[in-house]
Structure formats: structure tokens, C-alpha cells
């Protein structure tokens, strides 16, 4: 085990990890004054059966206590067409969040129009690991559209491109 002494320096690893690809989301909820988000990117399926997701808060974030109190939470994937909601997202207070943004409310949380995946999630469990809350979500509804999610690298939001053709005959697959 590396103890604090021998750990890398904070800034070092926060420069790496801001170089892997994540995924762009803003995960929302109805607060006691209305709507409520905050960009995520920390998360990832946790459980096909049931299916089940995980997201993770830093301690304290304004948007955990709602999330936590209303008990269902949305995980809104952002399409390519959202990068601007990012940083919106990230700053700010819930009311500027949402201003002039259009949402629907479906099954008691706020689902984002036009983003590429939306999980509607009654929240399971909430374990704190360092300075994080990390929220287990059942998923109740999903909702997928056509639109490429988007994924930030570097801080930066990118578009996903295929790597490889797509396989084009039975052969092409083995």
C-alpha cells in the first residue's frame, strides 16, 4: 500500500487523468426549488440484472443533497450538439443551469431534450469512498436516441468517431 508520502503529486494526476476519454453527462433531479444538475463524469453500468448505474459526487456538491433527498435522479448523456452544457453545468446556480434550457419531467426527474442516452434511476444506495459519494441508481426508464454522446478529453468536449470499419460480411467478424 503507497502511503500519503510516496502518492503522486495531486496536480500530475489530474493532468493525466483529464487525458482519458469520458463521458459527458449531467445528472439531474427535482430539488425542493425545482430543477437541478451538475455535469458528471464519473460514471459507468454497474449491473445488467438489475440494470443499475453508478455516479459519483464530490462531498458537499449542492446537487447530491437534492439527489439524495428526492430519492430518483436522471443521468442525462450528452449528445455531440451539447458541448455549451458542460461548463454550463459545472458553474452557476441551478436556476442559471437550467434557464431557457429545454427539459421534460418524466417519472418525478428532469430529463435534458436532446440528449443522446437519459437513465430515469431510483437511487439504491450512496457510499462514500474519500472525497467522493459514489450514488448506486436502479434504472427505471431509458431513453436513446440517435445522436452521438459526447465525450470530453483533456477537459475539452470531443465527438466520437468509429476507429475501425464497421465489419461488412460474416467473415469480416471472426
Given amino acids: 500500500m503507497i502511503s500519503l508520502e510516496e502518492a503522486v503529486d495531486e496536480r500530475e494526476f489530474r493532468a493525466a487523468m483529464t487525458r482519458l476519454a469520458k463521458c459527458a453527462a449531467v445528472t439531474t433531479a427535482l430539488g425542493p426549488a425545482g430543477p437541478v444538475g451538475c455535469t458528471t463524469t464519473s460514471l459507468m453500468s454497474l449491473s445488467v440484472a438489475p440494470p443499475s448505474v453508478l455516479v459519483a459526487f464530490q462531498y458537499g456538491s449542492r446537487t447530491l443533497d437534492d439527489i439524495q433527498a428526492a430519492g430518483r435522479f436522471v ?81 475539452e468536449p470531443h465527438t466520437t468517431v468509429p476507429a475501425l470499419p464497421r465489419p461488412t460480411t460474416p467473415d469480416d467478424i471472426r
Avoid: K, M, W
Fill in 75 to 155: 443521468i442525462n448523456v450528452l449528445s455531440h450538439e451539447q458541448g455549451s452544457l458542460v461548463r454550463r453545468f459545472a458553474t452557476g446556480s441551478a436556476r442559471e443551469r437550467f434557464r431557457g434550457l429545454e427539459y421534460t419531467v418524466a417519472h418525478g426527474a428532469p430529463l435534458l431534450s436532446g440528449a443522446a442516452v437519459s437513465l430515469v434511476c431510483d437511487l439504491q444506495q450512496s457510499l462514500r469512498a474519500l472525497d467522493h459519494i459514489l450514488l448506486v441508481g436502479s434504472v427505471r426508464d431509458l431513453r436513446a436516441a440517435a445522436a452521438a454522446p459526447l465525450v470530453l478529453v483533456t477537459g
